[in-house]
DNA sequence: CCCATCTACAACCATTTGGTTGTACGTTAG
DNA sequence: CTAACGTACAACCAAATGGTTGTAGATGGG
């Protein structure tokens, strides 16, 4: 189910997603660009660093597909692409969704135990620990 | 405007979090974790690598704060710890606010510019350019 | 035309990352 | 007690990261 579709390209691009959000610098490049495109000199001289590094962390980004360059003259501009950050919210939705629906699995657990009918319901091969009355 | 109140700290403790997102392993095992606690030595017989090298995704991922473990007996329990995956959310929402306000800037002027002007031309619109010189 | 600017890219370096193996230590089972 | 299990940690290695400098190609202004 929940439309797999592109399951192989996905764990890559979650990768190079995250993987470009974990840096101060270029969430802070993201910040900036998302307030209005800037070309990448300008970027540049905002930040303690030469031209170059700036350069390759546009090229995460770009990679990453956070943010899309546009010639303008002899000028690239960059701007955002809300969507990625979309995809990113997406990608912590799952985890989050995931921990939600074991939360109401446990309550439903908990709500028949008050209840004592205990059947053959007990699913032991989630937890997998064999471990439940040692001690 | 929300201060982020420990601006200090929260730059690298969401360079931690998102490094620790950004690794597909480290995402299973999140995903592992959430369906339910299991021990380290568990979790390093669903992947092709070695238990040390688990062991180290889940530092990984604990120093991230996105786990916690807990002894018993000689095992250790993993499990995941929701607070974090907010916190990356949050951090998230952060950058698509900013972008949602842009959108509202702009649509604002676009509103404008339906009843003004219809030629080629992009009015001095990238104010934000202009009001940046720091040099 | 010439020059200054902006960009692209290669080569290089230090550090981190993700993986391995090996060893040592606490805990539980027989 | 001893053996087996689960963990922790150090040492080591290849590859990726984040940074530097240097060089070269386009583009626009005077």
Do not use: N
């Amino acid at each position: 189910m929940v439309v797999d579709g592109m399951a192989d390209e996905s764990a890559e691009t979650v990768d190079r997603l995250f993987h470009a959000l974990a840096d101060a610098t270029r969430r802070d490049i993201l910040r900036r660009c998302v307030r209005g495109e800037l070309s990448v000199s300008r970027l540049a001289a905002a930040y303690p660093m030469s031209f170059a590094a700036v350069q390759k962390h546009v090229t995460v980004l770009e990679r990453a597909g956070l943010v899309t360059k546009e010639r303008r003259g002899r000028e690239q501009l960059v701007r955002t692409e809300p969507d990625a950050v979309r995809r990113a919210r997406q990608a912590l939705d799952e985890l989050e969704s995931a921990w939600r629906a074991r939360v109401d699995r446990m309550s439903g657990l908990l709500a028949r135990d008050a209840g004592a009918t205990t059947g053959p319901v007990t699913p032991a091969r989630d937890g997998t620990t064999t471990e439940g009355t040692d001690r």
